[in-house]
């Protein structure tokens, strides 16, 4: 049998642990900026790849071109330019689309903080 003493004194351990754990989690507020940041760095890293990509469809499109037709490096230049505009168009499309997610967040932050000279009691 279970003595209730024992099991009152538990509880209150186990209470007690969960709330030095969810004070320590807590005081770590620095992470949503290092979390930014890497965010940021994996959107360069998708423009970059985005930009190759594209030069390399390009490549490999005019270079099979060339062999199947004979041509010399005439279709393969001409791809290698459209897959450098294809791939600028790709990451501009990126850039915008980070820009427009970091203005709405910043409307976000600008409607969820008080405005300067105000106090919760105004």
Known sequence: MSDPVHDDDHTARMKALEDKIAALKGGDEKRPHQDEHYSQAQMAWRMVIE??????????????????????????????????????????????????????????DATTAPVAGETKED
Not at 68 to 93: D, E, H, N, Q, W
């Open 51 to 108: 930009l190759v990509a594209g030069l390399g469809i390009g490549f490999g499109i005019g270079y099979g071109l060339d062999a199947a037709f004979g041509t010399s490096p005439f279709l393969m230049v001409i791809f290698i330019f459209f897959g450098l505009a294809a791939g600028v168009k790709t990451m501009m499309r990126s850039a915008e689309e980070m820009q427009r997610d970091q203005l709405a967040k910043q409307a976000d």
